[in-house]
C-alpha cells in the first residue's frame, strides 16, 4: 500500500506550506512522517544534530542521510560519531567514490556537484520525500525557502526548521542538550567541507564563510 502522501498535488503544498507558517516543526515532521514514512528520509550536515533530535522524537527509525565528500573536518566526522552513538541512528553515509585529485583543486565549479547532489540523488532513489534543517534565517539566498515545497525530481521538500531563528536554535540545543559540532564555538557557523569553510566575522552573515572569495553561495543541495 502506498503511503498516504503519495499523490500529494502541488495545490495541496502550497496550503500546507502556508498552514505550516503557524505549525512547531514537530507538528511538521509528524506531517510528514504520516504521509510518506518509511520513503522518507532527513538529510544531515552534522553542524548541529537539532532536526536529527526533533525526527527521531517522532519516528526513531527514520533514514538520517550523511554525505560524506572525504573532505570534510575530522570534527564533522566526530560529530557524526557522536551523533550516531547518542540516538542509535538508522544512518545511511553516502560516501563519494575516491578521486585521482582533489575535485576542490580539479573541478572547484562542479565539485559540489559531484561530491554532493550526485550522492544525494543516489540517497534519494526510491524516497517520495525529504527533510533539511535548512532555516530562512541563515543567509539572505534562504529568506523566502518554504516549509514544504516539489524538489526537482518531483520529491516533497520539507523544511521543518525553515521559520527559527538562531536563538530559537540555540534554545532548543540547550535545553535538551542536543550534540553540536566543536567548529561552531571557533567561530564556523555554517560547516561544509575544510577546504571551503572559514571561521566567520563576528556579526557577519552565518554563511560568509562558505566559499569565502567566490561568487558562490549554494552547493545545489537545495535547488
Known sequence: MAPPGAGIGDDELAELAAAFEHQAPGAVIAWAVEAFHPHLCLTASMTDAVLIDLAVSVEPSIEVVFIDTRYHFPETLETVTAVRRRYGLNLRIMTVPPQPQPLWQTDPVNCCSAAKVEQLDRALQGKLAWMSGLRRAEAETRTDAPIVSRDRRGLVKINPL????????AGYIADHDVPVNPLLERGYLSIGCAPCTKPVAAGADPRSGRWAGSSKT?????S
Do not use: N, Q, R, Y
Not at 525553515?162 to 536554535?169: G, K, P, Q
Not at 549554494?218 to 537545495?222: A, K, L, M, V
Open 162 to 169: 525553515a521559520t527559527w531563528s538562531d536563538l530559537d536554535v
Open 218 to 222: 549554494e552547493c545545489g543541495i537545495h
